[in-house]
């Protein structure tokens, strides 16, 4: 109850490090959405962030951790949000930032943000992962360059505060379900339950649920497999590019995550996904992109074959909006009618007799 603000730097006794400067553009403090159909359901809208995904959690603590430390250039691979995420922080804090995006693979809102926010943007014909290692590579042979991919472990300290605020919101709830691509998140939001379990300020930690796309579903598919570890994929695929990732660097951690909170992962097909994103958009008002939509795909798969109870309270992380994947929301079948002006009155007339 010390506790005063709103948003991630609420939480600042919590968040390690020494920070002599805080970057921030009040990232945080996101809707925990009851669903209008389920009464034990809550969609935790990271959208609504600044840059409009969870991304900005983490960012502000790597770009203040940057700043602290007089980095001057960071860098980071990215499917898209971490990219947007990055570029807008690094612009706030005056620093030099680059980004690696898969060439022709991040959905067109991101792009789109990346150039608004002026950072340079580094190509590489081929996918995230090929982005990934380049960084990490960069990073050891460059010591002058901040990375802000997630094995830097600021980012999952901002992250972690998602916990924060459901605990606050709600209590703990029985299930999370994440969207797994890089496998940070995951572990970051585990790693935020677990803390206040371990400071006394609740007593268990929920089930940790991690779901992949079924094209790009290592972890996922490793664990159903009994595997302790994830068989990679080399050509990844899916329509939820935010997680068209084939060899997660942060694997270790999020399997201790689902493990030791008795949780597990599953994995959806696109049809799942897009459909999902579209029951969230017209059962619940929620635009959330395709890799969010993901988690809900889960749920409703994991309601399906009994793994989830309705009755136990689940909290789904929505970890972008809808407006970063444009292409993937025009899929949707919409009711669009050419009309002569004159005579709108009749559609309307006719549809309500
Ligand atoms: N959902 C969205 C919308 C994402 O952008 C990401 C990751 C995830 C889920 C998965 O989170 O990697 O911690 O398991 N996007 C990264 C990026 C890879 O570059 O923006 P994770």
Redesign the pocket.
């Known amino acids: 109850n010390k506790l005063k603000g709103k948003g991630v730097w609420r939480y600042k006794e919590l968040i390690a490090g020494e920070y002599k400067e805080i970057v921030s553009l009040n990232e945080g403090n996101t809707p925990l959405i009851k669903s209008s159909s389920s009464p034990n359901l809550y969609f935790k809208f ?1 959208g609504a962030n600044p840059t409009g ?3 900005d959690r983490g960012m502000t603590v790597a770009i203040s951790s940057a700043k602290s430390l007089n980095y001057k250039v960071v860098v ?10 990055a570029a807008a922080y690094a612009s706030r804090a005056g620093l030099k930032s680059y980004i690696v995006l898969p060439k022709g693979k991040v959905a067109l809102g ?1 792009l789109a943000q990346s150039i608004l926010y002026g950072t340079t943007i580094l190509e590489v014909d081929g996918s ?1 992962d090929i982005a ?1 290692n380049s960084v990490m590579r960069l990073y050891k042979e460059l010591k002058i360059v901040y990375p802000l ?2 094995f830097n472990p600021w980012r999952l300290e901002g ?1 972690k505060t998602i916990a924060f605020e459901i605990v606050e919101d709600i209590g703990v709830p029985d299930n999370v379900i ?11 939001i585990w790693k935020g339950f677990t803390e206040l379990m371990n400071i006394g300020i609740i007593d268990k930690v929920p089930r940790m649920i ?1 779901v992949q796309a079924e094209g790009a579903a290592p972890i996922a598919k490793a664990l159903e497999k009994g595997l302790d570890k994830p068989e990679f994929v080399d050509s990844p695929e899916t329509i ?1 590019s ?2 068209r ?1 084939g060899k ?1 660097v ?1 694997w270790k951690k ?1 399997i201790k995550a689902i493990k030791s909170s008795n949780g597990f992962a599953t994995y959806v097909s696109d049809s799942e996904i897009l459909e999902a994103q579209k029951e969230l958009a017209r059962k619940e008002g929620i635009g ?5 939509a ?2 809900y795909a889960g749920y409703l798969k994991l309601v399906n074959n009994g793994k989830i109870d309705k009755n136990e309270r689940t909290v789904l ?1 929505l ?2 909006h809808a407006l ?1 994947d444009p292409d993937a929301m025009v899929k949707a079948e919409a009711r669009r009618i050419l009309i002569n002006p004159e005579h709108i009155n009749e559609i309307i007339l006719s549809d309500l007799r």
């Open positions: 990271e995904s969870f991304k980071a691979a990215s499917t898209g949000n971490t990219a947007a995420s991101k995230f990934m991919n997630s992250q994440v969207p797994v691509g890089n496998a940070g998140n995951i572990y970051a991690g939820a935010a997680i990732i997660p942060n999020a959330a992109e395709p890799a969010s993901a988690s992380i970890t972008g970063k």
